[in-house]
């Protein structure tokens, strides 16, 4: 059947190759910016944080750049794997006195061939 | 070490009916949020709980309520469902109520009919 709401911007790569996943944030105000997974049926899983002082920050596998002046986040896997496919998300993290939430962007759905 | 559980993993409703979800953080966690994920879609923040009170809350209509326990578990509850309110439905803990390490459980999928 149709699959109402599922418009994810889509990224399709080869196994071994780097994807690099792009997400645009609104508020400055973010103290902390998260990538997650999401493969189907779970919730999201954190991947990689970075705060919003820094504009590059380097985990296993996976790079997280931030540029404040055009409010832009990126993830970058390097050698990508099938394992590797499912919904990425980007949040940021708006702290205030009371306590914090996480605002979601839309999502990319990876796909890696093998 | 277990993680964000949540229950039950499924439910079907009817609408002008009621739910109640629940959630138990992870351990050494006392903070807990609530998101409600339609299909295609980010997660949308609903509220947070820490110590036992609502902290935050995000654009939800009042029929979206909670609670927190002393041991930290969470209920979610909605009333007088809609066709909308069909979700996921995501609980996240995390050790501090103002830090942005959260932990999400696998969701309860809820299908309004």
Redesign the interface.
Known sequence: GESVGLHLPTLSVQEGDNSIINCAYSNSASDYFIWYKQESGKGPQFIIDIRSNMDKRQGQRVTVLLNKTVKHLSLQIAATQPGDSAVYFCAENIKETSGSRLTFGEGTQLTVNP | DAG?TQSPTHLIKTRGQQVTLRCSPKSGHD?V?W?QQ????????IF?Y?EEEE??R?NFPDRFSGHQFPNYSSELNVNALLLGDSALY?C?S?PL???????????TRLTVT
């Open positions: 964000v903070t949020s998101y339609a299909l295609g879609q980010g997660p949308q923040f947070q820490y902290r935050q995000g995501l996240a995390s109520a103002g830090g942005h390490e959260q932990y999400f459980g696998p969701g």
